[in-house]
């Protein structure tokens, strides 16, 4: 004999069973964990961009140092090349027409030193460009960093609060 539905064996009802009351097993969400792990590629992304911006415009400031060396050395050839110019002229072991093309020798090699002297001007201001880049970056990375740490605040903070929960 089979139990008609509802009825329990020997003709007693069933009773329904309330479900009991057990939390939800919590869903660790990882979206936090997701935008942390973001920032800290970011973060370092940043901080090479910064790096490689520091390596530059310390070149820059090198180029500089090569430039003005140049410019310098191109002024004392120049003057001395007038000095001793001008020496054989006074000692008279040189012509004026030889004097003549000293001096415009001379002239030249002033123009030389003076192109020498604006490609130093634009070396300084290829490593400033390069300096305000290098402060750029690392103000990036500052604000990333400060980001950063307030997401890992943020994230503990969360994970305190579940745990009190929990207790």
């Not at 901080?47 to 911006?53: K, S, V």
């Not at 002033?110 to 103000?139: M, Q, S, T």
């Amino acid at each position: 004999m089979t139990a008609a539905r509802g009825f329990g064996t020997f003709g007693h009802t069933r009773t329904r069973r309330e479900a009991r009351d057990v939390p939800e097993a919590r869903v660790e969400r990882d979206d936090l964990a997701k935008v942390i792990g973001v920032r800290k590629q970011r973060l370092a992304r940043l901080e090479r961009e910064c790096m490689d911006a520091r390596l530059a415009w310390r070149e820059a400031r090198k180029e500089i140092g090569v430039s003005r060396q140049r410019w310098r050395d191109a002024l004392l050839e120049a003057q001395e090349f007038w000095q001793q110019a001008r020496a054989g002229f006074l000692s008279m072991t040189t012509t004026s027409g030889q004097f003549r093309k000293a001096k415009a020798v001379y002239e030249r090699m002033k123009e030389d030193a003076a192109r020498l002297h604006l490609a130093c001007g634009d070396a300084v201001k290829a490593a400033k460009d390069k300096r305000a880049l290098f402060f750029a970056a690392r103000r990036r990375v500052g604000e990333a960093m400060l980001q950063q740490e307030k997401l890992v605040m943020l994230r503990d903070e969360i994970r305190s609060a579940q745990m009190q929960e929990e207790w």
